[in-house]
Each structure stands twice: as C-alpha cells, then as structure tokens.
C-alpha cells in the first residue's frame, strides 16, 4: 500500500509561483503524477513522471509547470510558475505500481493510490 502526502498549497496572485511536494512512505513503482479538480470540472491530469524519468504534461500547463522526483524517488515535485486564474482548484498526487500508467499517461483510472489533496487558489 502506498501513502501519499501533499503540501505545499495556497493563495497566490496570477503570474506568481507555487511548488507543490507529495512524500510516499514507499517508492512507487512505475509512475507519479499530479492531477486536479477545478470547481465545476472533473479530475484532469496535469503532470506524471514514469519510472524512466519520461515526463508528461497537460497541454494547459506545458511549458508553466515541472513535475520532478527527489533521488530517492519518495518525494514528487509540481513547480508551477506563471499562474492563472484557471489554474485554481485540489491537486492530488497519485501513484501506480503497475505499468498500465505507461500506456495511458494521465489517466485518472491507471492510478490505484491518492492523496488527499491540497488546495491552489489564484486570484486574478
């Protein structure tokens, strides 16, 4: 069983930067991705970074935001710079320990473990 824990959520203005972590009690053995929930909208995927090191952006945010791991593959990383208004909402971290998530990048159902989420607002 994996166990995720984010932090690192707030409020900020647009343009501004924020960097969310998310620490595993166990390394996820195949990928780590950041999703969200924006009010009125279903989960998206944002970001994921698979065991290779292969990284994967939604088209929303390439370029603005940087998922990364530490080096000992337990901590994930969401460097979001550049913020907007719609960027506001939950950010859940999610782990997979089966390789369907190679096949099917940011894909909500390839990922079996959650955290609880933290919260982004961005003020306009």
């Known amino acids: 069983q994996i166990r995720l824990a984010e932090s690192g959520g707030g409020s900020i203005q647009a343009g501004g930067s924020l960097r969310l972590s998310c620490r595993a009690n166990k390394i996820p053995a195949h990928c780590a991705a950041w999703f969200r929930q924006i009010p009125g909208q279903e989960r998206e995927g944002v970001a994921q970074?698979?065991?290779?090191?292969?990284?994967h952006y939604a088209d929303s945010v390439k370029g603005r935001f940087t998922i990364s791991k530490d080096p000992d593959d337990r901590t994930l990383f969401l460097e979001m710079n550049r913020l907007e208004a719609e960027d506001t909402g939950v950010y859940y971290c999610?782990?997979?320990?089966?390789?369907?998530?190679?096949?099917?990048?940011?894909?909500?159902?390839?990922?079996?473990?959650w955290g609880q989420g933290t919260q982004v607002n961005v003020s306009s």
């Open positions: 970074i698979d065991s290779d090191g292969e990284t």
């Open positions: 999610a782990a997979a320990d089966v390789g369907i998530c190679w096949d099917r990048p940011l894909d909500e159902t390839a990922f079996f473990f």
